[in-house]
């Protein structure tokens, strides 16, 4: 609303000393005029263009009737300078790392000198290394006089770049804080709409000596040199490193999304030649990727669509599919996975961040997958869903499943996972065994062998 995209049932938004306000067909534009400008989650960059041609987009400076690429250059580095982003205004954004891209976005916003920039959730994408240059940019963006709001569920950056905060909870202000007099415990239970218990690290566990997977030798390069490692039945195991150290590209190699130069991968005692994805699921691995909304579901499917998307056996009869068998067990993965959504049918691409990745790991409860191997799976989502995720991991590897679990926010491996391995320079360089210390783990995790 505040950009003019949706308009408000009630009530005003002024910017300045004027009131926003127009049609559908102008609201937009004429937010845009009072200087209102947003950098979303899901960036919007064109990756095939340079990053002076995506700063300039539709503004293109001409000479003669013709596009003027040095003056586009010119004006593309002093804006880059101006937040002090290390870029290239010739390098394509293709190239760049997530943490690049986000600044670019930034930097864009501010050519157009707004007096509002909001940014939703600049972080959610990056490793704990690379906040470090958003925060920066957002202070110059503060210094240059821009009023900022920041979108985030990360309070340490919260604290870090602002002096007030409004909470929002279920569409309504549930309090407005002074960060210097507030504590964190009491802003996280204003966000959950009641007291907080803090989670505690994860004990050491009885875990069985079972070998459900096991990677030997793996090599894939360019990222990943020499990659063992065996996971046990029940046994949650985490992975840690920096952004592009390529943990992902691991998980895709063991569910045959990516191939390998050689290694070797054994599920359950068999070994696995060059590993296919059909043929994993039907081993029992049950895979989330990174980026949900990419790869992890339909948006404009229904809940219930995407959740039988990984076994349609269990759902059809002659090549029919039952739909009352369909409503059925996907309500049962709704309320184990305590999905809030209007019905089974309601399109996933409506719900909330925290509800669809609850989705995509539900459907692989459904499967009865063994296996799961989780990349980010809590990225994007807020503070409440968080800790259900949590929940849901420890239940399934009490159950017995196995379960491999990635994510950039260091502090919360410790919170669900038994073991933690760090991927550094292509191979594991250190273990870490339950209960770890977050502190240890980031030292290590930026420490330079």
């Given at each position: 609303?505040?950009?003019?995209?949706?308009?408000?049932?009630?009530?005003?938004?002024?910017?300045?000393?004027?009131?926003?306000?127009?049609?559908?067909?102008?609201?937009?534009?004429?937010?845009?005029?009072?200087?209102?400008?947003?950098?979303?989650?899901?960036?919007?960059?064109?990756?095939?263009?340079?990053?002076?041609?995506?700063?300039?987009?539709?503004?293109?400076?001409?000479?003669?009737?013709?596009?003027?690429?040095?003056?586009?250059?010119?004006?593309?580095?002093?804006?880059?300078?101006?937040?002090?982003?290390?870029?290239?205004?010739?390098?394509?954004?293709?190239?760049?790392?997530?943490?690049?891209?986000?600044?670019?976005?930034?930097?864009?916003?501010?050519?157009?000198?707004?007096?509002?920039?909001?940014?939703?959730?600049?972080?959610?994408?990056?490793?704990?290394?690379?906040?470090?240059?958003?925060?920066?940019?957002?202070?110059?963006?503060?210094?240059?006089?821009?009023?900022?709001?920041?979108?985030?569920?990360?309070?340490?950056?919260?604290?870090?770049?602002?002096?007030?905060?409004?909470?929002?909870?279920?569409?309504?202000?549930?309090?407005?804080?002074?960060?210097?007099?507030?504590?964190?415990?009491?802003?996280?239970?204003?966000?959950?709409?009641?007291?907080?218990?803090?989670?505690?690290?994860v004990a050491p566990q009885e875990i069985v000596d079972q070998a459900v997977l096991e990677v030997r030798a793996l090599r894939h390069k360019p990222k990943l040199e020499d990659i063992s490692?065996?996971?046990?039945?029940?046994?949650?195991?985490?992975?840690?490193?920096?952004?592009?150290?390529?943990?992902?590209?691991?998980?895709?190699?063991?569910?045959?999304?990516?191939?390998?130069?050689?290694?070797?991968?054994?599920?359950?005692?068999?070994?696995?030649?060059?590993?296919?994805?059909?043929?994993?699921?039907?081993h029992g691995i049950g895979y989330t990727p990174e980026n949900r909304k990419e790869a992890g579901i339909i948006p404009w499917l229904g809940v219930d669509e995407n959740t039988v998307l990984?076994?349609?056996?269990?759902?059809?009869?002659?090549?029919?599919?039952?739909?009352?068998?369909?409503?059925?067990?996907?309500?049962?993965?709704?309320?184990?996975?305590?999905?809030?959504?209007?019905?089974?049918?309601?399109?996933?691409?409506?719900?909330?961040?925290?509800?669809?990745?609850?989705?995509?790991?539900?459907?692989?409860?459904?499967?009865?997958?063994?296996?799961?191997?989780?990349?980010?799976?809590?990225?994007?989502?807020?503070?409440?869903?968080?800790?259900?995720?949590?929940?849901?991991?420890?239940?399934?590897?009490?159950?017995?499943?196995?379960?491999?679990?990635?994510?950039?926010?260091?502090?919360?491996?410790?919170?669900?996972?038994?073991?933690?391995?760090?991927?550094?320079?292509?191979?594991?360089?250190?273990?870490?065994?339950?209960?770890?210390?977050?502190?240890?783990?980031?030292?290590?995790?930026?420490?330079?062998?």
């Amino acid at each position: 609303m505040l950009t003019g995209s949706e308009r408000p049932d009630s009530g005003d938004i002024w910017i300045g000393e004027t009131r926003l306000e127009g049609d559908e067909a102008t609201l937009t534009r004429r937010a845009a005029e009072l200087g209102v400008r947003a950098v979303y989650q899901e960036l919007s960059l064109v990756e095939g263009l340079t990053v002076a041609e995506n700063l300039c987009l539709g503004q293109w400076p001409r000479r003669n009737g013709m596009i003027d690429y040095l003056q586009m250059a010119q004006d593309a580095q002093r804006c880059l300078q101006a937040l002090g982003v290390d870029v290239s205004p010739e390098q394509l954004v293709s190239t760049l790392s997530p943490a690049q891209k986000q600044l670019v976005e930034i930097a864009r916003v501010m050519k157009g000198e707004p007096r509002v920039v909001i940014l939703d959730e600049p972080t959610s994408s990056l490793a704990s290394a690379e906040v470090e240059l958003v925060i920066s940019a957002v202070k110059k963006m503060s210094a240059l006089g821009v009023a900022v709001i920041y979108v985030s569920h990360r309070m340490e950056e919260i604290r870090r770049i602002a002096s007030c905060a409004t909470v929002m909870r279920d569409g309504q202000v549930a309090g407005d804080v002074m960060l210097e007099n507030t504590s964190t415990h009491h802003i996280v239970s204003l966000m959950l709409g009641r007291d907080h218990v803090d989670i505690a690290p994860v004990a050491p566990q009885e875990i069985v000596d079972q070998a459900v997977l096991e990677v030997r030798a793996l090599r894939h390069k360019p990222k990943l040199e020499d990659i063992s490692f065996t996971l046990r039945r029940g046994e949650v195991l985490g992975i840690a490193g920096l952004l592009g150290a390529g943990r992902s590209e691991l998980l895709k190699a063991i569910v045959g999304l990516e191939e390998y130069e050689q290694g070797e991968i054994v599920i359950n005692g068999e070994k696995i030649t060059r590993p296919d994805y059909g043929d994993m699921l039907k081993h029992g691995i049950g895979y989330t990727p990174e980026n949900r909304k990419e790869a992890g579901i339909i948006p404009w499917l229904g809940v219930d669509e995407n959740t039988v998307l990984t076994n349609r056996q269990k759902i059809s009869a002659n090549g029919v599919l039952q739909w009352s068998t369909i409503r059925r067990l996907t309500e049962e993965v709704m309320q184990r996975m305590t999905v809030k959504a209007a019905s089974s049918e309601t399109p996933i691409g409506t719900l909330s961040g925290g509800n669809q990745q609850k989705v995509v790991i539900g459907r692989w409860v459904y499967a009865a997958s063994q296996i799961l191997l989780l990349d980010e799976p809590t990225r994007g989502v807020d503070i409440e869903a968080k800790q259900q995720i949590y929940r849901i991991v420890r239940e399934l590897a009490a159950e017995g499943k196995s379960v491999v679990f990635i994510s950039s926010e260091v502090e919360e491996l410790p919170l669900v996972c038994d073991r933690i391995l760090l991927l550094q320079h292509g191979t594991f360089s250190q273990e870490f065994h339950a209960p770890v210390n977050v502190d240890e783990l980031m030292s290590a995790i930026l420490s330079v062998h």
